[in-house]
């Protein structure tokens, strides 16, 4: 079985040790007006963070920004082929606050927009997508499909967007990477998935730590086989590391070390190379550290940065 990365397919052995989560590139643009951290444009600087990621250890990353809300394709590229990283590209849609009121995706229809990211799965990545269409694409493929539900898009009938996403994850047997802001949103978009065909080993929670409650929610979608990443580590502002060891450790005596998978979900604001606090280097060299001071073994360790990725994003039925 492969995992399809930016410079191709990758059998899943050799993905090794992997950020479940971040975001390396994010150009400036309508995101930017949202939050002023989620601008990652200067190609040198993320280039010295990966090289800075790769002293530590790391191999391989999975970049969570879809087509249409910054994502900077040939940057990936160019960025996996000079440091070695292995980059999974993102398909999909992003909470639709990050696109403005004129962009495609709002008007595209279901077919439409199950076209385009079966599309990109299959034949390569479109550009310029943020200011219009698709049209032009690279032959650098992506290998996931990112889905966001908050709120609004809880409240809001139209469920479109997440029908495409369902459809294109069928026919190509891609993942899904699921932006999440509540355990409630969590458990409706599982069921949502599920009921429409998708297998739960194919389904991958973000941000379910970001409140550390309700512990219930999270044993029972990865008893269903649902994959947790927890991403919630280095951001001070929901909890502290501590807590976030403490939890894992306590998902982890419950039986669940199978389905953790782990990343930092990196904005401008927490990049070292851009002057922010931690770096893609805190996983492995502040957080893990303290993961085995609260008791994970390095088996569960292994299993949450090398084994589940390797399980997780592999692309095929």
Not at 34 to 39: E, F
Not at 111 to 122: G, H, K, M
Not at 151 to 157: H, T
Not at 241 to 251: F, H, L, P
Request: net charge negative.
């Amino acid at each position: 079985m492969n995992i399809q990365t930016v410079r191709g397919l990758l059998p899943q052995e050799k993905l090794g040790f992997c950020h479940s989560h971040e975001h390396l590139f994010l150009a400036q643009g309508h995101p930017a007006t949202v939050n002023p951290d989620l601008r990652i444009d200067d190609y040198a600087l993320t280039v010295q963070e990966l090289l800075a990621f790769r002293e530590a250890g790391g191999e391989a990353i999975i970049d969570a920004q879809p087509l249409g809300s910054g994502r900077m394709e040939s940057e990936l590229i160019r960025a996996s082929e000079e440091t070695g990283i292995h980059i999974v590209a993102s398909t999909g849609f992003h909470k639709l606050l990050l696109y403005d009121e004129g962009h495609w995706i709002h008007r595209y229809t279901t077919e439409e927009l199950r076209d385009v990211f079966t599309s990109e799965l299959t034949t390569g990545m479109f550009v310029g997508t943020d200011a219009s269409d698709p049209g032009q694409r690279i032959t650098g493929k992506a290998g996931i499909i990112k889905t966001a539900v908050d709120a609004e898009r809880m409240r809001d009938p139209d469920k479109r967007w997440f029908e495409a996403a369902a459809d294109a994850a069928k026919a190509t047997g891609a993942t899904l990477l699921c932006h999440i802001e509540s355990a409630e949103q969590a458990e409706w978009l599982c069921d949502y998935y599920e009921s429409h065909g998708i297998a739960p080993e194919k389904i991958v929670i973000c941000h379910l730590d970001r409140k550390l409650d309700r512990p219930e929610v999270h044993r029972k979608l990865a008893d269903r086989g649902i994959y947790l990443e927890y991403d919630t580590i280095g951001r001070y502002k929901y909890h502290s590391d501590e807590a976030e060891a403490k939890w894992i450790s306590g998902m982890l005596e419950s039986g669940h070390e199978d389905r953790l998978l782990l990343g930092l979900d990196t904005t401008r604001a927490r990049l070292r190379s851009y002057g922010g606090a931690i770096g893609l280097t805190h996983m492995a060299m502040v957080f893990l550290p303290m993961l085995r001071e609260f008791g994970a073994t390095e088996k569960q360790i292994r299993k949450m940065m090398i084994d589940n990725p390797a399980q997780a994003f592999v692309l095929g039925k």
